[in-house]
Each structure stands twice: as C-alpha cells, then as structure tokens.
C-alpha cells in the first residue's frame, strides 16, 4: 500500500541537499538535476525520478556504478509510492551490486528469514566488513534506507572495529512489513540474535534518523551491548502536536512508512504510532552503553529527543551546532565522534585487519 501526495520538489532540495552531498554525491551535479525538476511525480522528463535516473544513467555508463546507485536511491526517494520509485530502487539494488566488487570493505548479501507475528518475514541485508569482528546491525531512515548511507556505514566499519550488518527497518526499503513499534522491534531482535552468531558475540546498534528510534530501544533496553543513535526520535516527536507541524512531506512519508494507502489525518497518524514513544524505558536504568547525537537545528525531531539522554549512565549525548537533522552537514566532524566511540566500547581487533589495509583514506566525499 502506498499513496502519493502533493509536495514542491524544490522544498526537498532545499532541506535534504545537504545529506545528498554528504553522503557521496557531487554538489555540482545535486544542483543540475535540482535545476532541471519540476514536478515531484510524473516519470517523464522534469519529473523527480526520471530526472534523477537519468544522471545515474550516466554514472553506471561511465562505470561509476559507486554514485549510480546513490543517485538512483534520491529517484526513489521519498517513497515507493509508484512503480517508477519501485523500478529504480530495483536499479538500485542492481548497481550497488555492481558497485560492490570496489568497496573498500568484503561485502556479501543475504536474505535472512526472522521472526515476526507469529510467523517470519524475510529480510535481505548487507554484510559489510570481515568475519570475526563485533557486529554493528544498521539501518536508516523512512526515506534514505541501507544503500542509500552506505558510505557511512563504511567509515563505521573502517574506523570502528565492526562489522556491519544493514537492513531496512520495517516499512521501509527491502521490507516486506509496514512500520510498527512492535513488529519492527521484533524483527530488531531477530537480527541481535542472528547478528551474534555471526562474529565473536558482541553486538551493537547503529541507527540513523528513524532508525535511531530502534537503535535507542536496544540501547535503552539492554538488547545490545552498545548502541549509537544518529538523528532519532524516542519521545516527545510522536506527540500529535509534533506531528501537526511536521515539514517537508514527512508526515506523509512517515504514512507510506505505515503502510497507509491514503493521506492520512494527524489524528490518524498518532493513533498508529501511540504505541512508539519509549518513555517507559526512559524511565528505567538497564540501558547498553549509548551514544545520541543529532544537528540542533533539526526541522523533524525536537531538541529534547536527544537531551532527554543527558545525564544518563554510560551514556554520551552530543547536539552538534549549526546544522539539522542527522547533522548531515556536518557528517565529516561527527563520523570520527561515533567511530571513536565504537572502538573504545568494542576494541580494535589485534593487527590491521584486511578492511583497515584496503581503506587507507577512505573518507566521506
């Protein structure tokens, strides 16, 4: 189930450029296509995904199949609400594989199948880095999923001692489920247990904007043994006055996120998510070690999701000056703060390990 709705493409350039150019793309090309967009929906030329295709079209022509699929993840964006979204996360997939064999780290899919309902559902995700090393479960936002924060995820498994396993948190991505509190919990739990069998036991949570929220509930809850919340929610933005003043489309991305297959009402969306703020957890003190950071400019999230973490025990809160959501544009500065964080709390291996040779330099463009 999946909607469309009205929204100015020129809005989301103006919010999301940043995190376009920090996560890999060239600023000179982010400013053409957003020069030649001028409408949100249409697959035809001028529209958002037709735009955005082309230019990955060039890169995978050139063989830069390392920008093709970041570009082909912006046609997607902000949601597969169409078959033109689906083909070009399809198109995606397809270049990042192509992509992969230049990775700076060992990449392998797989599909895994976890509980969820009483029965399963089956998650496909990307395993990044050697065997061996701690195992960092990772996923991303309602509308920027696991390839699309790839060059990160990377710098996490170069600079802090991990290995990665990605996924799409439900209702997002590859995910065969619509987004709940309760069934995204339990196919988190699915991968702790999954993700232990994989390395040497240990097992942390990296969550980037709304896959903060899950990565702060492992954190909060004790499931893992560290969790790093980039840019996520936890409290007091699943207020219905939150909600209300909610910019850039982001109710109605969080809609297609939950499965809804209309524009749905404030009231609407509170009801489904009512079940989402941790305030329970918040209250109580088994909390993993954890480490929340986000932009203190943030348009979707207010300050106090991140300072309501202040003061807690083994815990390190950081909002960052001068940039929003996620701190994109400020990626650079806060990598090294959570790939620190992550070696000290799950220790480097003994030796340089085949990833850590082959990615001498590497750096978020």
């Known amino acids: 189930m999946a ?17 376009m150019v920090g996560l890999g ?18 697959d035809a030329p001028g529209g958002w995904v037709h735009e ?27 949601a597969l609400a169409d078959g033109a979204k689906r083909m070009a996360l399809a198109e995606q997939i397809r270049e990042y594989e192509l992509a992969s ?41 309602v509308d920027s999923w696991k390839m699309d924060i790839h060059p990160l995820l990377v710098q996490l498994v170069l600079r802090g001692a991990v290995r990665v396993l990605a996924f799409d948190h439900a209702g997002t991505g590859e995910s065969a489920v619509p987004m709940t509190a309760a069934g995204g919990i339990e196919i988190v739990q699915g991968l702790i ?11 942390g949570h990296f969550g980037f904007s709304m896959g903060g929220y899950f990565a702060a509930h492992s954190g909060l809850a004790g499931l893992v043994d560290g969790a790093v919340v980039l840019g996520g929610p936890v409290q007091d933005s699943f207020t219905e006055d939150h909600i209300n003043g909610l910019l850039f489309g982001m109710a109605d991305i969080v809609g297609n996120a939950l499965g809804m297959d209309h524009r749905p009402t404030v009231d609407e969306i509170s009801q489904e998510m009512s079940d989402f703020p941790l305030t329970a957890l918040l209250d109580q003190d088994i909390n993993a070690p954890m480490l929340v950071i986000n932009g203190a400019d943030d348009v979707h999230l207010p300050a106090a ?25 400020k990626l650079p500065q806060v990598i090294p703060v959570m790939t620190t964080w992550l070696a000290q709390h799950f220790g480097r291996p003994c030796g340089r390990s085949s990833d850590e040779s082959s990615g001498a330099g590497q750096s978020i463009p």
């Open 305 to 329: 999701d991140t300072l309501v973490f202040t003061g807690r025990r083994d815990t390190t809160v950081d909002l960052v000056p001068g940039t929003g959501h996620v701190a994109a544009s």
């Open 193 to 203: 247990a999954a993700a232990r069998a994989l390395g040497d036991g240990r097992v």
């Open 25 to 42: 793309l060239p600023g000179p090309d982010v400013d053409a296509v957003r020069g030649a967009i001028t409408d949100m929906w249409p």
């Open 3 to 19: 909607y469309q709705w009205p929204i100015d493409p020129q809005d989301l350039f103006e919010e999301r450029s940043p995190q």
């Open 101 to 141: 064999p230049a990775f700076p780290v060992s990449f392998e899919r797989r599909v895994l199948d976890v509980p969820y309902r009483g029965g399963t559902t089956r998650v496909p995700v990307h395993l990044l880095g050697d065997p061996g090393r701690p195992v960092l479960i990772a996923s991303g936002g």
């Open 52 to 78: 955005w295709s082309v230019l990955a079209e060039r890169y995978a022509t050139q063989g830069r199949h390392d920008l093709a699929y970041l570009a082909y993840g912006w046609a997607k964006f902000p």
